[in-house]
């Protein structure tokens, strides 16, 4: 029972992410709404850690069965995505290496920061 009130709570703040998709006019996926919601939840302890951790857990442990639907998905437009591969190709490249030199300046900025403070 403890883990259906913990998966209750996260399916709440993913429904509070689709009403915010559908009341604010920006191209934002519900996901992203969902995620900044769970991430001032937990900061704020409006939502405490130890009321959604188990079926977070949970879902992290069992993540690749959430892709199977998006990956069948792909499987039927291999055809439209074949004339595309280059763009898809190129574009994944560079947001990769765009990707990676942000996480590392901000890692290098976090370390300097806690190693000024010390």
């Known amino acids: 029972m403890k883990y259906l009130k913990q998966l209750a ?3 709440l703040v993913s429904l509070l992410a689709e009403i ?4 604010i006019p920006l191209p ?5 709404y969902g995620l ?3 991430l001032v939840g937990l900061i704020t302890h409006i939502i405490p850690l130890e009321k959604v951790e188990g079926a977070a857990d949970f879902l992290v442990q069992n993540i690749s069965i959430l892709f199977i639907p998006s990956t069948v998905g792909i499987m039927a ?9 280059i763009p898809l190709l190129v574009i994944s490249f560079v947001t990769t290496i765009l990707i990676m030199v942000v996480t ?14 010390e």
């Open 9 to 11: 709570i996260i399916l």
């Open 20 to 23: 915010l998709e559908y009341i």
């Open 28 to 32: 934002v996926a519900a996901s992203v």
């Open 36 to 38: 900044v919601l769970m």
């Open 77 to 85: 437009c291999v055809e439209e995505l074949k004339q595309m591969v």
């Open 104 to 117: 590392g300046k901000v890692s290098q900025f976090i370390i300097r920061r806690k190693a000024a403070k």
